[in-house]
T-cell receptor, first 113, second 114 residues
Framework: EPEVTQTPSHQVTQMGQEVILRCVPISNHLYFYWYRQILGQKVEFLVSFYNNEISEKSEIFDDQFSVERPDGSNFTLKIRSTKLEDSAMYFC???????????FGPGTRLTVL | AQSVTQLGSHVSVSEGALVLLRCNYSSSVPPYLFWYVQYPNQGLQLLLKYTSAATLVKGINGFEAEFKKSETSFHLTKPSAHMSDAAEYFCAVSLKAAGNKLTFGGGTRVLVKP
């Protein structure tokens, strides 16, 4: 069964460094998403992406964040200058259509020191 | 804006006993409602969803949930717990009028005792 994959599973970085989290969505899906979960808090929506542009973003998704689909398979989340409060589990998801079920990857745990 | 509240961050049940996980939502328009499950070191897996068809929704692994508009609830049940049901369960809501972003509850971790 097709699944969403994410790499790396765990990323440790120093404050102020740039990180790129990678996701490979399910191949025939058209909508892509990033969510995050800070330890002990709710899963929060960050951004949705369709047709090579952002379709919706939350207040969390400020200028430090960007998303890209650099080729036909990868979907990336970049954090330009990481802060301690960016430490969280980041989940990628994809869906075949706008209001269809979102399928989630296993997550990348980001630790900012 | 929509929101979701899950009562109880931890639930302990005996194997074979009823599993009941509570979810209440607030929404100004008819919502879509979801239950996801997360097993250790895995992603969020859809258990079931309500999208304005039948109010009693059956999902995978013997789970079901009932949409009650008057109570703004979408509680998840399973008649008989199995050891493999130990996981974290998340209720989520989305609004067609507000794109497809999911708003999640805080999650309920289920422990199954033998």
């Amino acid at each position: 069964e097709p699944e969403v994959t994410q790499t790396p599973s765990h990323q440790v970085t120093q404050m102020g460094q740039e990180v790129i989290l990678r996701c490979v969505p399910i191949s025939n899906h058209l909508y892509f998403y990033w969510y995050r979960q800070i330890l002990g808090q709710k899963v929060e929506f960050l951004v949705s992406f369709y047709n090579n542009e952002i379709s919706e973003k939350s207040e969390i998704f400020d200028d430090q964040f960007s998303v890209e689909r650099p080729d036909g398979s990868n979907f990336t989340l970049k954090i330009r200058s990481t802060k301690l409060e960016d430490s969280a589990m980041y989940f990628c998801a994809s869906s075949p259509d706008r209001f269809d079920t979102q399928y989630f990857g296993p997550g990348t745990r980001l630790t900012v020191l | 804006a929509q929101s979701v509240t899950q009562l109880g961050s931890h639930v302990s049940v005996s194997e074979g006993a009823l599993v009941l996980l509570r979810c209440n939502y607030s929404s100004s328009v008819p919502p879509y409602l979801f239950w996801y499950v997360q097993y250790p070191n895995q992603g969020l897996q859809l258990l079931l969803k309500y999208t304005s068809a039948a109010t009693l929704v059956k999902g995978i692994n013997g789970f079901e949930a009932e949409f009650k508009k008057s109570e703004t609830s979408f509680h998840l049940t399973k008649p008989s717990a199995h050891m493999s049901d130990a996981a974290e369960y998340f209720c989520a809501v989305s609004l067609k009028a507000a794109g497809n972003k999911l708003t999640f509850g805080g999650g309920t971790r289920v422990l199954v005792k033998p």
